[in-house]
């Protein structure tokens, strides 16, 4: 057997530096806004970025029907770069301990935009061509729109809504990467073989939304606006999926939802069961108070 080294007197000299895949700072933000993102940065390992290209945002085209339909990332104003940030802590990373956010908790690219469109193709009217969306995430980052004077604008009940629907974003991102994980615990508490009673309907079919409940089962999104709930149950389809249609929306609830929404809920003892379950699961395995993520006012 031969052994290889370098002689004692020859230097090795120092690692090589990996190249960055972004050069901070980026643009002409505000000397506060550069300074914040090159200390997210270093202590994370994220880039929040304000300037990027099209490919940096989603270069594959989705499709639907026979048309392509693009999604675009306008660019927004460096003036606003500090807002979009105070923002996003005051929403999101506020809520997460340090040991989360450097464990994945931030993706590794967050994308701030003015605003996040998709060509709907051609036949719409100029003023309804396009489709636009508070956020999109693309594999391992988030773009998040609205980094613009609405900001300014924003009123305490707007910044709630808007907390609402990013919040359902990331921790969708989350589960998605496995960043967060459900206990089977959480599943063993639910009959997940035997369908529900269909259609569920609060005016035409009272007793059968009530058996959903009984069984302990949550609505699956509600109306940003309205606030009307909407049930995931509709069928032998959607009970293929059960299991995680179900966490999801006990996700949707834990961190969207405020004590006083969901007390009708949690008058019925298995949902109290799971929901508690799960609140304390995340509070002991990621240091994380989604209850408090929920009950924010501004």
């Known amino acids: 057997m031969m052994l290889f080294a370098c002689k004692k007197d020859e230097k090795i000299g120092?690692?090589?530096?990996?190249?960055?895949d972004y050069t901070l700072p980026q643009g002409n933000a505000p000397a506060a806004a550069n300074d914040k993102i090159q200390?997210?940065?270093?202590?994370?390992?994220?880039?929040?970025?304000?300037?990027?290209?099209?490919?940096?945002?989603?270069?594959?085209?989705?499709?639907g029907g026979s048309?392509?339909?693009?999604?675009?990332?306008?660019?927004?104003?460096?003036?606003?770069?500090m807002d979009m940030l105070t923002f996003l802590d005051d929403v999101w990373l506020k809520f997460l301990p340090e040991s989360f956010?450097?464990?994945?908790?931030?993706?590794?690219?967050?994308?701030?935009?003015?605003?996040?469109?998709?060509n709907r193709g051609p036949g719409y009217p100029p003023n309804m061509q396009y489709l636009y969306s508070d956020y999109k995430v693309i594999d391992k980052a988030i773009c998040f729109a609205g980094m613009n004077d609405s900001l300014r604008r924003m009123t305490p009940a707007d910044k709630v809504k808007r907390k609402n629907v990013l919040t359902s974003a990331i921790w969708a991102y989350y589960l998605q990467n496995?960043?967060?994980?459900?206990?089977?615990s959480f599943y063993k508490l639910t009959d997940?073989?035997?369908?529900?009673?269909?259609?569920?309907?609060?005016?035409?079919?009272?007793a059968n939304l009530e058996a959903f409940r009984q069984r302990g089962f949550l609505p699956g999104s509600y109306n940003p606006v309205s606030g009307a709930a909407s049930e995931w149950y509709y069928g032998t389809?959607?009970?293929?999926?059960?299991?995680?249609t179900d966490a999801n929306a006990y996700i949707l609830h834990l961190t969207t939802r405020t004590d006083a929404q969901m007390a009708a809920y949690l008058k019925y003892p298995l949902i109290k069961q799971k929901f508690d379950l799960l609140v304390a699961y995340f509070k002991s395995a990621y240091n994380i108070d989604?209850?408090?993520?929920?009950?924010a006012t501004y």
């Open 14 to 20: 120092p690692p090589a530096e990996l190249e960055h």
């Open 39 to 63: 200390q997210l940065y270093n202590t994370y390992g994220s880039y929040f970025l304000y300037v990027f290209t099209q490919k940096d945002f989603v270069w594959v085209p989705s499709t």
């Open 67 to 81: 048309a392509s339909k693009i999604d675009t990332a306008v660019l927004g104003k460096p003036e606003y770069v």
């Open 101 to 118: 956010k450097k464990a994945q908790g931030i993706p590794y690219r967050v994308l701030l935009a003015d605003t996040i469109k998709t």
């Open 178 to 184: 496995k960043i967060v994980e459900i206990p089977a």
């Open 192 to 206: 997940y073989v035997t369908a529900p009673a269909y259609p569920i309907n609060a005016i035409n079919n009272p």
């Open 237 to 244: 389809y959607s009970w293929g999926t059960a299991q995680p």
């Open 290 to 295: 989604v209850r408090a993520i929920a009950n």
